[in-house]
């Protein structure tokens, strides 16, 4: 088992020099073997933490390599599988420092390549679970100054991005019945909204979502049969709840009913819309819950 192991970290190690060397198909097999060798270490001894957090690691190099390679979408992947076995580590070592560091790395990094890809909101959600594993990771470790460097600076560009868009959104306060520039309003008070929960922010979130709702029901009443306004609108209802929730409980219950009711409408509007049809179903389930499982 620790020659298995052993043997994975020689194999990253080589792996390690090879990239460096720009020997990029020698590197991504010797990744590759050196994963192999963990995951023979790992049938063994399944909470073989030590393992599970250097395979992350093999993974996390593996995926560098192939963003560097324009490999976009293998990195993407590849950086999901390594934040899985960091999250493997950390189910059987809760406190084990080293995982979180290394899964928010992988976290950050996955970010800032969906960044690249446009996938904004994705980024947002990576660069939140970053910065929660690192928190987590300083609560334990509260000495490690290298990573509370890496955590502030991460809080302060977050920071940065959200002024950026509120002064985007300021400049474009006066009244519009442009819908493109509305829908554009309404999607960065949504983005703030997100950057303000990570940030937390609650009480600058919860304004920036009604303000959304409220640029995304002028932009509805322009064109009434607008799939994405709705639906948009409804997801927008739905942080607001998830995000008083345990707060104004009720209130939440009334948020989350009226996602429903737009998101039923986009429905009735794009009955082909596979993906809004789930949504939509799966907050209707947690509305309307099955009598028989009840206590």
Request: with cysteine; glycine share 4%.
């Amino acid at each position: 088992m620790k020659a298995l192991n052993n043997k994975g970290n020689s194999l990253q190690s080589l792996a390690d020099l090879q990239a460096a060397l720009s020997q990029h198909g020698l590197a991504q097999a010797s990744y590759a073997a050196s994963i192999a060798a963990y995951d023979a270490a790992l049938e063994r001894a399944p909470n073989y933490v030590y393992a599970l957090n250097n395979k992350g690691l093999s993974l996390q190099r593996l995926a560098i390599l192939q963003a560097a390679l324009s490999q976009h979408g293998l990195a993407q992947a590849t950086y999901g599988e390594s934040i899985a076995a960091f999250d493997a580590a950390l189910e059987r070592a809760p406190d084990y420092v080293k995982a979180l560091n290394n899964k928010g790395n992988s976290l950050q990094r996955l970010a800032d390549l969906l960044v690249q890809q446009e996938q904004i909101e994705s980024a947002i959600a990576c660069f939140g679970m970053t910065l929660a594993s690192w928190h987590r990771a300083l609560e334990i470790a509260p000495a490690d100054s290298r990573l509370r460097e890496r955590y502030q600076t991460l809080v302060s560009w977050l920071q940065s991005v959200c002024q950026s868009l509120q002064e985007s959104i300021s400049a474009d306060d006066e009244a519009s019945e442009d819908v493109d520039r509305l829908m554009a309003k309404s999607q960065a008070l949504t983005l703030q909204a997100k950057l303000q929960m990570i940030l937390a922010q609650p009480d600058a979130a919860l304004e920036s979502y009604e303000a959304a709702i409220a640029t995304y029901e002028t932009a509805l009443a322009i064109v009434p049969d607008s799939v994405q306004c709705l639906y948009s609108i409804g997801e927008s209802y739905l942080q607001l709840a998830v995000l008083i929730q345990e707060q104004q409980p009720d209130q939440a219950q009334t948020d989350a009913e009226k996602a429903l009711e737009y998101w039923n409408t986009a429905a009735e509007l794009a009955p082909d819309n596979v993906a809004l049809r789930e949504e939509r179903d799966g907050l209707l389930s947690l509305l309307q819950p099955d009598p028989s499982t009840a206590e």
